[in-house]
């Protein structure tokens, strides 16, 4: 666990006794030791160790900071657990689609029958929703249970509310409009023992017509690359092989640093770390894919075969209302690059489909990208206006019946290439990282390739963190069965 080494040995260090310290860092280690006691003395009184449980929706940002608030929950000393019914549960938001939003509040409602049944229930909401104060209404009238909310920008002061709560049973509510603190060093809990995110920056300035995300996660921010490469060493140290760049636009990384860094810079040197096995980053923004990334990757067998370029439209008449900044053959001629100058690259996007004003003919046009393109897997996502954005106040949205047909239809045309594009594959053997136990059919694990793409095989929990090559057997449609090859074969490296 990143800086968890000497962690105990700084709570130790700090006087309980006194007033909180002035850096962020320290604070929120004095809050954790106090809370400690706390938590020691209501374990005791109940006879049982209390436990805690992050749910998490939306992005991989977000499971990041979920893996804080998880490390900083198993330090004061509470037992982590999946299940819901638990002492303390947190709820890390998402608010990019209204359905994210209904996800969350069908939870909050199902808890709610949990927490009459346990008293000493405590239930948290924090993460991008909460930074729409609609949101914390609602919550605060119709969720009136709920003992913290918090936003996006003061996750690291997590500690000190949840002591906040503990000490005083009062409710807390704290949401900031912005910050320009970055507190990366906290404790962190990993949920893979064997691969990590690491935050690169934070927000995003590009202020697509249709997002929210501007909104809640405030203005792009780049982490210093000497803390970022720390991060990376210590994370190998601990056994990690795979590190996933994380940033909602990935390759504008640099702008605002006092050393100035750009993506591709800082890609070759996380690749140049000892122990570091696989570089994945997401998510890269079409207009600012330089050339030289594409080098890096190129270069660089370590950086995963893997693009992942959202395309959101095909239309040039979308892509310009939806403030995009590059048309339908730029788009084409970027994934053609990308696809000259790395073999067997996968490359995958994201498609909105239903954006206010879109016509059959521009459904043609997206669908057209599919085709020429090919993409090995795509999202696809119904629009849905979020309140705040440009496109909300679009006159033209479209009724949702219209929509669901071209949804389908976009649908069925990226499965169909994923399909087929996967299905080229067969027969090849590729190096695979043992991820899990297969849930669904025993006796299997699943890999996931360079590619991104998943294959289960025979095999079991001992296998798990290791790196294997993989005949792919059958595809079924964009994952494959597969097995270990013979071992006098050799894996192509990606
Ligand atoms: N920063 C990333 C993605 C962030 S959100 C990027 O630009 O690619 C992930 C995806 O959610 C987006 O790519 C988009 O396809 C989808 N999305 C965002 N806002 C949406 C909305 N209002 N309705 C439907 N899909 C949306
Ligand atoms: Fe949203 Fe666009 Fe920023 Fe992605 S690049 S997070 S879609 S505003
Ligand atoms: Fe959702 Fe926030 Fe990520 S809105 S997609 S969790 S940045």
Not at 187 to 213: L, Q, T
Not at 276 to 285: G, L, N
Not at 381 to 387: D, E, L, T
Not at 392 to 403: G, H, L, R, S
Request: charge should be negative; aromatic fraction near 8%; charged fraction near 25%.
């Amino acid at each position: 666990m990143y800086n968890d080494i000497n962690i105990e040995e700084q709570i130790a260090a700090i006087d309980l006794a006194s007033h909180e310290p002035a850096d962020e860092h320290s604070r929120e280690l004095y809050y954790i030791g106090k809370l400690r006691a706390l938590i020691r003395e209501k374990s005791a009184e109940i006879g049982r160790a209390l436990t805690a449980c992050t749910v998490t929706f939306g992005c991989q940002m977000n499971a990041r900071d979920s893996e804080k608030l998880a490390g900083i929950l198993a330090r004061s000393g509470f037992v982590l657990t999946d299940s819901e019914n638990a002492d303390f549960v947190i709820f890390n938001t998402c608010t990019v689609r209204d359905n994210a939003d209904q996800r969350t509040f069908g939870h909050l409602g199902r808890i709610s029958h949990l927490k009459k049944k346990n008293p000493l229930m405590k239930v948290a909401v924090c993460g991008c929703m909460m930074q729409e104060p609609g949101n914390v209404e609602k919550i605060k009238k119709s969720y009136p249970f709920v003992d913290l909310i918090f936003g996006t920008h003061n996750i690291f002061r997590f500690a000190q509310y949840l002591y906040e709560i503990y000490d005083t049973d009062k409710t807390v509510t704290q949401i900031w409009q912005k910050t320009d603190q970055i507190v990366e060093t906290l404790p962190i809990e990993r949920k893979y023992p064997y691969k990590s995110g690491i935050n690169i920056m934070f927000g995003c300035d590009k202020f697509c017509s249709y997002c929210i995300v501007p909104y809640v996660r405030g203005r792009e921010r780049s982490r210093d690359p000497k803390e970022i490469l720390r991060e990376a060493e210590n994370l190998a140290r601990d056994g990690v092989t795979e590190i996933m760049l994380l940033g909602q636009n990935v390759n504008s990384y640099g702008k605002g640093l006092d050393n100035p860094c750009t993506f591709a810079q800082l890609l070759e040197e996380v690749c140049r770390i000892e122990g570091i096995h696989r570089v994945r980053f997401m998510t890269p923004h079409p207009t600012d894919l330089s050339y030289d990334v594409i080098e890096v990757i190129r270069d660089n067998p370590k950086v995963a075969r893997h693009v992942h370029l959202p395309l959101q439209s095909g239309s040039d008449r979308i892509l310009k209302r939806m403030n995009r900044h590059y048309t339908k053959e730029q788009f084409i001629e970027l994934a053609r690059r990308i696809r000259e100058e790395i073999p067997d690259v996968s490359i995958t996007t994201d498609i909105i489909v239903g954006f206010p004003g879109e016509t059959a003919e521009d459904v043609a046009e997206t669908l057209d990208v599919i085709e020429r393109v090919g993409f090995d897997n795509a999202y696809t996502f119904i629009y849905s206006p979020r309140r705040g954005t440009p496109a909300a106040a679009m006159k033209d949205q479209i009724p949702a019946e219209e929509v669901k047909v071209n949804f389908d239809k976009v649908l069925s045309a990226v499965q169909r290439n994923a399909a087929m594009r996967a299905g080229a594959l067969t027969g090849r053997i590729m190096e695979g990282l043992v991820e899990e136990v297969n849930e669904r059919k025993e006796g299997y694990v699943t890999c996931r390739l360079s590619n991104n793409m998943v294959v289960h095989i025979p095999g079991d929990a001992s296998m798990i963190g290791s790196y294997k090559p993989i005949l792919l057997e059958q595809c079924r449609g964009f994952y494959f069965f597969g097995r270990i090859a013979d071992t006098d074969s050799a894996a192509d490296p990606q």
